[in-house]
């Protein structure tokens, strides 16, 4: 059985049904390298190139069987995240949400 799969137990009438829950959430961080700057833009790598291979390796064949979506995500500067832009609020936010849940119903049903 898949670890990430949780088994629940139903029951119906008399008769138990063994049943498995959707996989769980998960996500999952890992560095490049082990001082975490192998590729960045701004400040250098100090690991040896045998040494990114290595811990490379390490990260790969059952686990990355697992991963379903890889993105690199790249170093976002603080001024860009901290900036004083106007935002949506969370009414609005909450409306579009709604909208597309009932859609999402409707088209299931």
């Not at 769980?24 to 975490?36: E, I, T």
């Not at 993105?71 to 949506?88: H, W």
């Amino acid at each position: 059985m898949d670890p990430r799969r949780v088994p629940e137990i139903s029951a119906y009438g008399d008769l138990p049904v063994s049943t498995l829950r959707k996989y769980k959430n998960n996500s999952d961080c890992v560095h490049p390298c082990p001082c975490g700057f192998y590729g960045d833009s701004q400040k250098p790598c100090t690991c040896a190139h045998a040494m990114v291979t290595k811990y490379q390796k390490r990260i790969s064949g059952p686990l990355l069987d697992r991963v379903d979506i890889h993105i690199e995500v790249p170093r976002v500067d603080y001024e860009k995240l901290s900036g004083d832009r106007v935002s949506e609020s969370s009414d609005a936010i909450r409306v579009r949400v709604q909208a597309v849940r009932e859609t999402a119903h409707a088209i299931l049903e």
